[in-house]
């Protein structure tokens, strides 16, 4: 039997999203992206009202030494 792996359709997305960046909505003073919409499938900050009614993961982010960088959801 074969092994098989079910993945989210949001996860290649989350994936591929970068949250070190300000937001570039107007009016949200550079706030840093740390929210990612399940049903649009970006990041957003906390001042983005769009997606009030949408589910929302929080995302915390580490620097370490080098170029490394984490995130944890």
């Known amino acids: 039997m074969d092994d098989f792996v079910i ?7 989350l994936l591929k999203e970068r949250f ?6 107007g009016g949200h003073n550079g706030s840093q992206k740390n ?3 399940l049903e649009c499938r970006i990041s957003i900050c906390k001042d983005c009202d769009d997606h009030t009614d949408h589910r929302l993961l929080k995302i915390f982010t580490y620097r370490s ?8 959801v």
């Open 20 to 25: 070190d960046q300000h937001c570039e909505h």
């Open 35 to 37: 929210l990612f919409c």
């Open 65 to 72: 030494g080098g170029n490394h960088n984490y995130a944890v």
């Open 7 to 13: 993945v989210p359709h949001w996860l290649n997305a």
